[in-house]
């Protein structure tokens, strides 16, 4: 079913009885999926109100939907608080999880990984994870296994912490990472010497239990206490060869990752991804400017079989980055190297609401749709900065070849 066919069977249902608060909610919750913020704000306070709930109790998940919404559009403090009214106990793993993107927007880092260690409490996030406890005894065992979870995208942006364990852990420090991300990180890390040994791992394999002190690279800033982020780039790889008197490259990604089973990821991959007239348009305007589009999807210039070790080189090759909220993102920073990144209005936490630049990675500029679901305006500030871009680097040639 698509997320319009469930806005559609829930206004069905409300028609019924209008004054009913789970339907109410579930409306809510429909229109959200179909990214529909507006709307959906509407049904969710409608959702919140005593009297459409038997015996005037505001059901706990009329809450959490309206604080979704909230988040969503940005409201945090006003999401926080019906956060607070779901879940008053720190008992639900989403809710947390939540609340520590609310927490990660405001800046406060510490309390961000101490609420997002709450996602243990929800066993599917276990499944393929090594099972607790965590840490146990880490500043002094003989070694220490990481492994990674979730997105690619958050284990490249996760990297940072490494040399920080590295220098605080005195023994051998094991990093098991997914096949894809393998290659990169042997070679973009061999920098911090053979006190970091970097092996394959599956998390869709079953769960098996883990002999000695072992824990999560995503609980890496909490157990280490971090407040404030890590310097970001941290892969460094080989230069590549120099190109004499070639057109500037511009590599290019426009999709985020295709994670279509679950409603809600299935809403993040259309927010953050560009429309195809979109990328189409967006190509034509670089191509109008005498640039050279590298397509750095897989299966476009970038083989289908790549690993995250062939996108970087990819990356190198191109004299700019332009990347949705996706890994290669992610990647593109870590390697500090000019990212440019596309975000829809209702973006990641991580991005904050309104700054041009983050401390997650110094060499990325941020731009942003000016509206929920603008990437035409998006796309004039775009080609503005870019444009400035070539002035800048023309007058940078010019003065070189005059000295």
């Known amino acids: 079913m698509t997320a319009f066919s469930r806005v559609l069977r829930c206004r069905r249902e409300l028609s019924v009885d209008a004054d009913d608060g789970l339907r109410l909610l579930n409306l809510a919750n429909a229109c959200r999926l179909d990214d529909q913020l507006t709307e959906a704000l509407c049904w969710a ?68 990984w101490q609420l997002a260690e709450g996602r243990w409490l929800s066993m599917p996030v276990h499944r393929g994870c090594p099972a607790p406890p965590f840490w146990q005894g880490w ?32 023994g051998r420090v094991e990093l098991l990472v997914r096949k894809p991300l393998l290659r990169l990180i042997q070679q973009g890390m061999a920098w911090l010497g053979a006190g970091l040994q970097v092996v394959p791992w599956s998390p869709q394999e079953a769960p ?12 890496l800033p909490l157990l280490m206490q971090c407040r404030c982020w890590a310097d970001g780039a941290v892969l460094r790889l080989p230069p590549p060869a120099r190109r004499e008197n070639a057109a500037l490259r511009i590599g290019l990604v426009w999709e985020a990752g295709r994670y279509l089973d ?16 979109v990328q189409q348009e967006l190509c034509r305007q670089l191509r109008a400017r005498s640039l050279e589009v590298v397509l750095l999807e897989p299966g476009s210039h ?15 090759r191109c004299d700019l980055l332009l990347s949705v909220d996706t890994a290669a993102a992610h990647l593109g920073g870590s390697m500090g190297h000019p990212t440019w990144l596309l975000l829809p209005w209702a973006c990641a936490c991580r991005w904050g609401r309104s700054s041009v630049s983050t401390p997650l ?8 749709q000016p509206r929920h679901g603008d990437w035409q305006g998006l796309m004039a500030k775009l080609l503005d900065a870019l444009d400035q871009w070539l002035l800048e680097r023309s007058a940078a040639v010019s003065s070189s070849n005059r000295a």
Request: aromatic fraction near 10%.
């Open 302 to 316: 970038l083989p289908a079989s790549a690993d995250f070790l062939e996108q970087a080189q990819w990356i190198q």
């Open 361 to 368: 990675y110094a060499s990325m500029r941020l731009f942003r």
């Open 208 to 219: 098996h239990p883990l002999l000695g002190c072992h824990g999560s690279i995503l609980s």
């Open 139 to 170: 500043q002094e065992s003989e070694a220490v296994i990481v492994w990674d979870e979730q997105g690619f995208g958050d284990t490249l942006q996760a990297l940072r912490w490494l040399p920080l364990l590295c220098q605080q852990h005195s």
């Open 45 to 112: 306070q409608w959702s919140v109100r005593p009297n459409s709930w038997p015996d005037g109790v505001v059901d706990a998940r009329a809450a959490q939907g309206l604080a979704n919404v909230l988040l969503d559009l940005g409201r945090f403090e006003a999401a926080e608080t019906w956060f607070s009214k779901a879940d008053p106990a720190f008992c639900l793993a989403e809710v947390q999880w939540n609340r520590s993107r609310i927490a990660l927007a405001r800046g406060d880092l510490l309390r961000a």
């Open 262 to 277: 679950e409603p809600g990821q299935a809403l993040e991959y259309r927010r953050k991804s560009l429309p195809p007239l």
